[in-house]
C-alpha cells in the first residue's frame, strides 16, 4: 500500500474530509474523525493506533494520530487542527483501547477535550489544575522552572 493510494480510497468515501496531503500524512476535517476512523479500523485494517500527541501552534492545537496497519505494513500519520475557542473533540477511544490514556494525557496538558471519552480526567497533574502545562501561554508564579542549560560538558 501506498500514501496515493490510500488517499484514492479515503476520498472515494469522504470526499471532503482531507483538508491537505502531506508527505507522509493526511489533515483532516475534525468533524470527519471518528467516521474515518472506523474506517481506517474496519475497512482497511489500520488495527494499531501507536500514538495521539498535540502541539501548541499559538492560536491553534494540532492533533496528531499515528496508526498501523499489521496487515498492509503501513504506517499513516492523520492529522486534525482545533481552534482555541473550540477544543473539543470526538475520542476515537471506542476504537483503539491504546487512545484511553493518550487523549487523558492531551487533556491533562493541553486542554482538549475529547467528547464521550469513557474516563477523561487529570492523568499527570493535580485535580485542582486549571492550566495545562504545554500550552504556549502557560505561566503560574508557583510553578518553578528549571534552570537553562548548555548541555553536558565534557571532561
Not at 493541553?110 to 480526567?121: Q, S, T, W
Amino acid at each position: 500500500m501506498e500514501l496515493s493510494q490510500l488517499i484514492q480510497t479515503i476520498r472515494a468515501k469522504f470526499s471532503d474530509a482531507i483538508t491537505e496531503e502531506k508527505t507522509s500524512a493526511i489533515v483532516i476535517k475534525k468533524e470527519s474523525l471518528l467516521a474515518l476512523a472506523r474506517f481506517l479500523k474496519d475497512d482497511l485494517s489500520f488495527d494499531n493506533l501507536h500514538c495521539v500527541t498535540a502541539v501548541d501552534w499559538k492560536g491553534k492545537i494540532e492533533l496528531v494520530y499515528h496508526l498501523y496497519s499489521f496487515k498492509n505494513k503501513f504506517m499513516l500519520t492523520m492529522k486534525l487542527f482545533l481552534t482555541m475557542e473550540d477544543l473539543t473533540v470526538e475520542t476515537v477511544s471506542g476504537l483503539w483501547k491504546s487512545a484511553d490514556w493518550l487523549e487523558r494525557e492531551i487533556f491533562d496538558l493541553f486542554g482538549v477535550k475529547f467528547l464521550n471519552h469513557p474516563d477523561l480526567r487529570r492523568i499527570l497533574n493535580p485535580e485542582e489544575w486549571t492550566d495545562y502545562p504545554l500550552r504556549k501561554n502557560f505561566d503560574r508564579p508557583d510553578f518553578v522552572r528549571l534552570p537553562q542549560s548548555d548541555g553536558l560538558k565534557a571532561g
